[in-house]
T-cell receptor, first 117, second 113 residues
């Protein structure tokens, strides 16, 4: 099955600086890569995702890049703000294996991002 | 819409007891999932369902059972609770028949002592 590794496990960044979180995956057939943000005591929420037919996607201060050849993808947060402090999870999903579809996500172990004021 | 709701929020079980974690979604999503989240770890898939009457095992199904009699509800059953099942449990749902956003419930914090 798919295996997703995520680094670093913790990251502290000065407010206004950029933060980068990296993930690698093992299954070359995986084609969907979401990033979820989980604030303390809250539920995970999708912040951005990318599919394997594109190399980069941006949404305001957040961007995700994908390198299919190297099987890794990264989350970039620019101009960090205190509200960016949270745990971030990457995930990977292989293509459907049946007519019912297959949305099984394999998650990384998370990165605790702390923004220092 | 309330989205995905879970009950209870917290529960303490003794070893060997049983309980059912409830999950309901009002978004008419076909896909539903149960995850567990251990401290410092990511989310591990326990079971998932692609529609009423159809369920399948995820990565860590041992010690759990599920059923899906309606589109809205996806309960998770623990038959003989063990300390290793101490965790936070999240239910999620999604609409698309291909990969897409999963909407998570608020979670249930379960302690087995």
């Amino acid at each position: 099955g798919e295996n997703v590794e995520q680094h670093p496990s913790t990251l502290s960044v000065q407010e206004g600086d950029s933060a980068v979180i990296k993930c690698t995956y093992s299954d070359s057939a995986s084609n969907y890569f979401p990033w979820y943000k989980q604030e303390l005591g809250k539920r995970p929420q999708l912040i951005i995702d990318i599919r394997s037919n594109v190399g980069e996607k941006k949404d305001q201060r957040i961007a995700v890049t994908l390198n299919k050849t190297a099987k890794h993808f990264s989350l970039h947060i620019t101009e960090t703000q205190p509200e960016d402090s949270a745990v971030y999870f990457c995930a990977a999903s292989p293509p459907p294996i049946s007519n019912f579809g297959n949305e099984k996500l394999t998650f990384g172990t998370g990165t605790r991002l702390t923004i220092i004021p | 819409n309330a989205g995905v709701t879970q009950t209870p929020k917290f529960r303490i079980l003794k070893i060997g007891q049983s309980m059912t974690l409830q999950c309901t979604q009002d978004m008419n999503h076909n896909y539903m999932y149960w995850y567990r989240q251990d401290p410092g770890m990511g989310l591990k898939l326990i079971y998932y369902s692609v529609g009423a009457g159809i369920t399948d095992k995820g990565e860590v199904p041992n010690g759990y059972n599920v059923s899906r009699s309606t589109t809205e509800d996806f309960p998770l059953r623990l038959e003989l609770a063990a300390p290793s099942q101490t965790s936070v449990y999240f239910c999620a749902s999604s609409y698309l028949a291909g990969p897409g956003e999963q909407y998570f419930g608020p979670g249930t914090r379960l302690t087995v002592t």
